[in-house]
């Protein structure tokens, strides 16, 4: 039997929290195990519940190496799996300093570099650093992939528009689909009665520009008084919005239901998804929103490529104003069945597996346009 290829993905961290590796989760759940074998490196620790111990199940290999003396760590990982990789997935582009010799160091065929945003970071000083750091990547890479064409041009510049690949944040869109029988659980277990429910998914941080979503949701009671907002994530900046929340009278409005495994749960006791992000790579969660039939009103900062139903999303400027913001989002329209665009837009996980497969294969082989 012919070996599997094997890819060695880089990140920072396997939290719950993290966008990035909830991404490569999905397609290691659904990969074929004999055709690719997942093996994952990391840098950080962190304090949360991680993905570790399930992909440990799916029997993917894993190791740590410390930001403390990375260096030495680094070239001893190098030495031990030396020949072990057929492609290093890179998904921290700030690495490609460390990486311009990562195929001699570790025998690897090939080095694919993935972008996941459509800036470097969301601090001007971190933001100079990282691009000056990604910037070899366009050069040092035999493949340029990312999550959306915007993320892939913002990062790499003309040379993604040459060799490089959009790969989708598909999800599995069975789970998502709209369950009534669980709408009814959620409301009834969040004490949410006949509300007008406005639903939020985002790590409070920033990009997400939660305290204008607040200021929107102000307005939209305005409109409709029976009101309630769910916002599902956590984040250094949480204290601050409880703050905002408190300021504004909010208290018994605001549900803060912290970070969620079953994500897909809460989408069914909504009834409109507010995403007012300042910038994203892609926006899955928006894609998620979409999968479960809710109506969608999100910033002009998201790339098109989120919206898979844009006859009925609202797409709007940051510079609106929080009422224009509020009165969208109270136009309510029924449920639909969007389950047919997921799937033609690539963000069927089930689809987009297979062809990330032969992604592999072809950057391997050299039948892409990558090299």
Request: aromatic content about 10%.
């Amino acid at each position: 039997m012919e070996q599997p290829l094997s890819i060695l993905h880089i990140l920072s961290n396997l939290s719950l929290k993290s966008g990035v590796a909830s991404v490569v989760m999905n397609y290691c759940r659904r990969i074929d195990r004999e055709k690719i074998k997942f093996s994952f490196l990391y840098f950080d620790e962190v304090n949360t519940e991680t993905y570790i111990d399930e992909l440990k199940k799916l029997g993917a290999d894993i190791y740590f190496v410390p930001r403390k003396g990375f260096l030495k760590e680094w070239k001893r990982f190098c030495t031990e799996n030396y020949g072990r990789y057929d492609i290093v997935h890179n998904h921290q582009t700030f690495l490609a300093p460390l990486l311009i010799r990562v195929k001699k160091q570790l025998g690897a065929k090939k080095l694919l570099t993935h972008a996941h945003a459509t800036k470097f970071s969301d601090t001007n000083i971190k933001g100079i650093r990282n691009g000056i750091l990604s910037f070899p990547s366009r050069f040092i890479s035999d493949a340029l992939v990312a999550c959306s064409k915007d993320a892939g041009v913002a990062l790499f510049g003309k040379a993604f528009k040459r060799k490089g690949k959009v790969i989708h944040n598909a999800i599995n869109t069975d789970v998502f689909i709209y369950n009534e029988q669980l709408r009814t659980e959620m409301r009834k277990t969040l004490d949410l009665g006949g509300s007008f429910v406005i639903g939020h998914v985002g790590n409070m941080t920033p990009p997400k520009n939660h305290s204008f979503l607040l200021d929107v949701f102000r307005e939209a009671l305005q409109i409709r008084p029976d009101a309630k907002l769910l916002l599902i994530g956590d984040g250094y900046l949480r204290a601050q919005l409880e703050e905002k929340i408190e300021k504004l009278g909010l208290r018994q409005k605001v549900l803060l239901l912290g970070v969620q495994s079953d994500v897909f749960r809460y989408f069914n006791a909504m009834d409109v998804f507010l995403f007012p992000s300042l910038f994203e790579g892609l926006g899955i969660v928006l894609v998620e929103a979409q999968t479960n039939g809710l109506k969608c009103v999100y910033s002009d900062k998201v790339p098109m490529e989120a919206d898979c139903n844009t006859a009925k999303n609202i797409r709007l400027s940051l510079k609106a104003p929080a009422y224009e913001w509020a009165k969208q989002i109270c136009s309510v329209q029924e449920r639909t069945n969007n389950t047919k665009a997921i799937q033609q837009n690539g963000y069927d996980i089930s689809l987009a597996a297979n062809e990330l497969i032969e992604y592999y294969i072809s950057v391997v082989s050299g039948d892409d346009d990558a090299t």
